[in-house]
């Protein structure tokens, strides 16, 4: 298998991932905190709604997602202190939007070349990426790391352990 296609096969099972930890959460779940000012998982999809949404206009500008006006406040570190459920994506509009956006991220991945994957990074994120590659491999990084959070969100409700 190829480099390009472990990574868009990398990218494409992390969305897998999130949605089986996600799967028996109402929309209440959504909004539980694990401790008081970590985060709910209802801000968190969110965020990485708006994230992965950001990296679709850079790299994928033929899939337009469609975000309220406010999301980027919502999702972002002004919002993540809300408890106030109609400021948030309902479970299975959050997840729909994300399977978009990481459905044309792993379409790009699946177009690039191994020279893209030298080519510099986005701006905004240096000193975090510095090349399209560091960034491929962010992505679903990004992703493992909210899922592990919800997780920890599992617990708390008494859910089964999920690995």
Known sequence: MAQLDLMANSLAGTFEMLK????????????VRPVPAA???AWQVGHLVVFEAMLCGLYAPQTKIELPADAEKTYG???????VASQFFKKDEGLALLGKAHAAL??????LTEADLAKPG???FKGWVETIGELVLAIPNH???????????RRKLGKKHIF
């Open 20 to 31: 089986t930890h996600l799967a028996d959460f109402s929309d209440a779940d959504m909004l």
């Open 143 to 153: 992703m493992t790391m909210h899922v592990g959070q919800f997780q920890v969100i």
């Open 122 to 124: 986005p701006a905004q």
């Open 106 to 111: 792993v379409g790009w991945v699946k177009g």
């Open 39 to 41: 985060n709910h998982a």
């Open 77 to 83: 570190k002004e919002g993540a202190s809300s408890d």
